[in-house]
């Protein structure tokens, strides 16, 4: 069992920065490959980013190429989201999930195979 907390959402301006933190419970964490989605009013909710379990591959939704980063602390078992240039149709809440040792973009990418999810940080960005 792997429990999220997302933090570090807020309100920003168009072109700020925010950076998203996500901890997670259990002693597993480091065989948990993490993304961020994010979901829109109205909207499905999207991959944004990921990180396999070790930490050697990222992916990337192509807007955000760039502009995020993703990256995770497996002794702190913390993921981050670095989000700089934002737009206003950014503006989502955003979730981390957990997927156990998944890899490869096309795993990695689809909602479907994350486990766990945390309860979503809202992030506005105004024009």
């Known amino acids: 069992q792997v429990q999220l907390a997302e933090s570090g959402g807020g309100l920003v301006q168009a072109g700020g920065s925010l950076r998203l933190s996500c901890a997670a419970s259990?002693?597993?964490?480091?065989?948990?490959?993490m993304g961020w989605f994010r979901q829109a009013p109205g909207k499905e909710r999207e991959f944004v980013a990921a990180i396999t379990w070790s930490g050697g591959s990222t992916y990337y939704v192509d807007p955000v190429k760039g502009w995020f980063t993703i990256s995770r602390d497996n002794a702190k078992n913390t993921v981050y989201l670095q989000m700089n240039g934002l737009k206003p149709e950014e503006t989502a809440v955003y979730y981390c999930?957990?997927?156990?040792?998944?890899?490869?973009?096309?795993?990695?990418?689809?909602?479907?195979?994350?486990?766990?999810w945390g309860q979503g940080t809202q992030v506005t960005v105004s024009s």
């Open positions: 999930a957990a997927g156990q040792r998944l890899n490869g973009r096309l795993e990695i990418q689809r909602r479907a195979n994350y486990s766990y």
């Open positions: 259990g002693r597993t964490f480091s065989s948990y490959s």
